[in-house]
């Protein structure tokens, strides 16, 4: 749900920003272009048609400074109109909630747990059509204390990815499988479906399976799902 902080009530056309406007969604900022600070960031030149809803034309919008992706911006013609900006891409201003993508989808998954009363999700990557079609994921626990057995080679591989774990890290279980177009049957049959942008889905695939091989080898499996855990501190 998109919640409007501008001026304009009446959407008449879809809920889109205006000039001045920020709207805020649950995993999306949506902010007109003339409320972009354009000397902080820049657009990548590649322009891709999405084919979600209505086809729009958009392009990648990066930091100046560090070169992260941050979001899309949106054409009209050829002048950008809006910038859909992702939340897990920017620094959160609070002390509670730690900064790093694994935090960012465990609170997701938390928020969503708590709104579906369901621990089990099919999440499908968002206005794309790649050939990864996402993950079926089963909350199992969310208060877990961990420590770190990985190697050094593996952790510097974190590191990378969205830092390293400490013996202080909280974290939740869960069993995770690939999804497939095929029919959900058994335990996924009432799952809920909770999308994400690609890089985020991906960045969840590696992060898992390099939880898992933390685990001894007897413990990597259950209900025909491997297990791992997302840290959340």
């Excluded at 206005?127 to 050094?152: E, P």
């Amino acid at each position: 749900t998109l919640l409007c902080h501008g001026t304009h009530t009446k959407m008449v056309n879809g809920c889109y920003p205006r000039p001045g406007d920020c709207l805020v969604g649950e995993q999306e900022l949506w902010v007109a272009w003339d409320v972009v600070n354009s000397s902080q960031v820049y657009i990548d030149s590649t322009r891709d048609v999405e084919h979600a809803g209505n086809a729009r034309v958009t392009a990648s919008v990066h930091c100046h400074r560090c070169r992260n992706n941050l979001g899309r911006a949106v054409y009209k013609g050829d002048q950008v109109e809006w910038a859909i900006i992702w939340k897990h891409s920017i620094k959160t201003a609070s002390k509670e909630t730690p900064y790093h993508l694994e935090s960012y989808v465990a609170h997701e998954l938390l928020d969503a747990s708590t709104r579906h009363v369901s621990y089990r999700f099919i999440i499908l990557p968002r206005g794309t059509t790649s050939a990864f079609r996402g993950i079926r994921l089963w909350m199992m626990g969310g208060d877990l204390n961990i420590s770190s057995s990985l190697s050094g080679e593996i952790n510097q591989v974190l590191a990378h990815i969205g830092g390293t774990v400490s013996e202080n890290d909280k974290a939740m279980k869960v069993l995770y499988t690939k999804h497939s177009d095929l029919s959900l049957e058994g335990i996924w049959a009432d799952a809920d479906v909770l999308s994400l942008p690609l890089d985020l889905c991906l960045h969840l695939w590696l992060t898992l399976q390099l939880s898992s091989i933390t685990l001894p080898p007897s413990k990597r499996y259950a209900q025909n799902c491997k297990v791992g855990y997302i840290r959340y501190s």
